[in-house]
């Protein structure tokens, strides 16, 4: 049985499942045997903002790694004293290079105890990851970039750094979007390759969902949000949607901080917090429409390089969306209203409820299935098995 190590942003139970995900799925569905390890706690996360996320993290760190019921996937949490950050030493590229020499319990007897000392595939999603390419035996190695590192306020210089000394290194830097090709190419990998993201089809196109006991007490119709509240959010664009449309609810669903402050006036906002993957679907289904309300003014180094897994979630559930507009979104030819003002947005939102989609939606994903991504990377595997 082939073996794939993969070094990842996320934890494996994370309430947002992203790409990573999703591929080690796909892998352990081929006959692969995957082990998903995540970025470090520290002794620092104690006074972190978001002790829920902490708390999930903290569990499976304390676990020791667990295996799921397949005995396909291990994951684990690793913890160190010295946690790649954006403050303080944290910060320096000495702390992003040798968090591994300070984690404890050593994560590389992990490894060697669940069998993952010596890979086939080395994947890793992120540059604080870099750290296993010196570690573990691998035959080949992947570095696959979601977004834009240098949008995002937590980058620091030294992950950048990493970050093109990574692209260099590995055999395929696989990547989310089309915007991304310019910068990646600036890289200079050995061999590139789009890789867009997708969509658990069998996940949530299941149209038998239960009702969420959080909706009983929401009126109707429905827009809601799922995903990250971040530096992306844009509130002040949601603040005017909903002032403007009182007959709408708008639920946002998923972690992050939020400023709720501005929304007093608006009893027509409902912030839920996290919700487990696994009861993402009934809430859509039981929604009206899909937002996207990103702010591409404030984040130009970000946005504008996001292919957004929750477009092809929402319309997976036969949602209609409605996001602001950027370039990769239009290139998608989406059946997505895209917007460039509160006012289009108004008006986009107010249009999807009245519209009678049909099935235009839901035959737009069929083809982001992840399970044809799955099926890319492993006709790559098994064209460098014929190389060798």
Not at 276 to 301: C, Q, T
Not at 315 to 330: D, F, G, I
Request: aromatic share 14%; proline share 7%; net charge positive.
């Amino acid at each position: 049985m082939k073996k794939i190590f993969m070094g990842c942003s996320n934890f494996w139970d994370s309430p947002l499942q992203v790409g990573s995900h999703h591929l080690a799925r796909g892998f352990a569905n081929a006959g692969w045997k995957v082990a998903f390890v995540s970025d470090p706690i520290s002794p620092f996360h104690f006074f972190g903002k978001n002790r829920f996320l902490f708390n999930q993290r903290k569990i499976s760190y304390l676990k020791g790694g667990s295996w799921n019921a397949q005995k396909t996937i291990w994951n684990y949490v690793p913890g160190t004293f010295i946690p790649p950050h954006n403050k303080f030493i944290c910060r320096s590229e000495w702390a992003h290079r040798k968090w591994l020499k300070y984690a404890r319990p050593d994560p590389l007897c992990k490894l060697i105890e669940n069998g993952f000392k010596e890979v086939d595939v080395l994947y890793v999603d992120s540059p604080i990851h870099s750290v296993w390419l010196k570690e573990i035996a691998w035959g080949k190695s992947i570095y696959r970039i979601p977004d834009n590192l240098g949008g995002f306020n937590k980058t620091t210089f030294a992950s950048r750094k990493i970050e093109s000394e990574l692209a260099k290194i590995v055999d395929l830097v696989v990547y989310s979007s089309k915007a991304l090709e310019e910068p990646i190419r600036a890289l200079r990998p050995k061999d590139m390759k789009l890789l867009a993201n997708g969509v658990d089809l069998k996940h949530f196109t299941k149209t038998a969902q239960v009702f969420p006991l959080s909706y009983q007490s929401i009126p109707r119709p429905i827009a809601v949000y799922v995903g990250a509240i971040a530096e992306w959010f844009d509130f002040d664009l949601l603040h005017s949607i909903a002032k403007a449309l009182p007959r709408v609810s708008f639920v946002i669903i998923g972690p992050g901080t939020v400023s709720c402050g501005q929304f007093n006036n608006c009893p027509n906002v409902f912030f839920l917090g996290s919700r487990p993957y696994n009861e993402l679907p009934a809430y859509l289904h039981h929604s009206n429409v899909g937002i996207i309300p990103f702010n591409v003014r404030d984040n130009p180094k970000l946005i504008p390089y996001v292919n957004p897994l929750k477009l092809y979630e929402y319309m997976a559930c036969n949602l209609p969306v409605v996001s602001t507009r950027w370039k990769e979104l239009e290139e998608l030819y989406s059946p997505a209203v895209l917007c460039t003002s509160p006012d289009e947005f108004i008006e986009g939102i107010r249009f999807s409820l009245s519209k009678s989609w049909g099935q235009e939606l839901t035959q737009f994903v069929q083809k982001y299935d992840w399970e044809n991504q799955v099926e890319e990377l492993l006709s790559t595997f098994d064209s460098w098995s014929m190389g060798e």
